[in-house]
């Protein structure tokens, strides 16, 4: 079974600055996809970035990008010039492809805090 | 607005009873997922159903039944409630694996 695990229960950070939440994840596939999903006090699940295993380069979405090191099982996101609106949780989700049919697996989360 | 609806949006009801989520994909989308996240809690894959048979089942308990129809549309069935199933119970759909996930705006049931 695949596995996701975020070890920041809580960031803060404060207002342009650039913070990076954690995440590791396991698994025994070659072929899966990588996501980070927000979710703001509405509670609101918002796609942030997406990566694909089987592509090296790290994947880049304006303010937000990931580093991908697939040996080590790690994909983490760094938010650069934060804002008010980034305060919110922060979760990791994992696709396995294959026979998963799309099923993702979430990390508990990180909660960002940004300071003005 | 995500294209993924989600009603009722709130939901208040008395432990025994029985209720029904509903939940309308994103246009084009075949696939529908059911998560649960309960107070400050991840998210707990409960089902998937694809172009209106089930895919994969999670933690998803006995007294709890879902269904997508024809028209893609899919409910979420919850009986005999109880105090802990109150929670935040999101819809959300895919065109494929590799993009992810729309959600909708997910319903708020309190079990009383």
């Known amino acids: 079974a695949q596995t996701v695990t975020q070890s920041q229960p809580e960031m803060s950070v404060q207002e342009a600055e650039t913070v990076t939440l954690s995440c590791t994840y396991d698994t025994s596939e070659s072929n899966y996809y990588l996501f980070w999903y927000k979710q703001p006090p509405s509670r609101q699940m918002i796609l942030v970035i997406r990566q694909e295993a089987y592509k090296q380069q790290n994947a880049t979405e304006n303010r937000f990008s990931v580093n991908f090191q697939k040996a080590a099982k790690s994909f983490s996101l760094k938010i650069s010039d934060s804002q008010l609106g980034d305060t919110a949780m922060y979760f990791c989700?994992?696709?396995?492809?294959?026979?998963?049919?799309?099923?993702?697996?979430f990390g508990q989360g990180t909660i960002l805090t940004v300071h003005p | 607005d995500s294209g993924v609806t989600q009603t009722p949006k709130h939901l208040i009801t008395a432990t025994g009873q029985r209720v029904t989520l509903r939940c309308s994909p994103r246009s084009g989308d075949l696939s529908v997922y059911w998560y649960q996240q309960s107070l400050d809690q991840g998210l707990q894959f409960l089902i998937q159903y694809y172009n209106g048979e089930e895919r994969a089942k999670g933690n998803i308990l006995e007294r709890f039944s879902a269904q997508q129809f024809p028209d893609l549309h899919s409910e979420l069935n919850l009986s005999s409630l109880e105090l802990g199933d109150s929670a935040l119970y999101f819809c959300?759909?895919?065109?494929?694996?590799?993009?992810?996930?729309?959600f909708g705006s997910g319903t708020r049931l309190t079990v009383v």
């Open positions: 989700a994992f696709n396995a492809g294959g026979t998963s049919y799309g099923k993702l697996t």
């Open positions: 959300a759909s895919s065109v494929d694996q590799g993009r992810g996930y729309t």
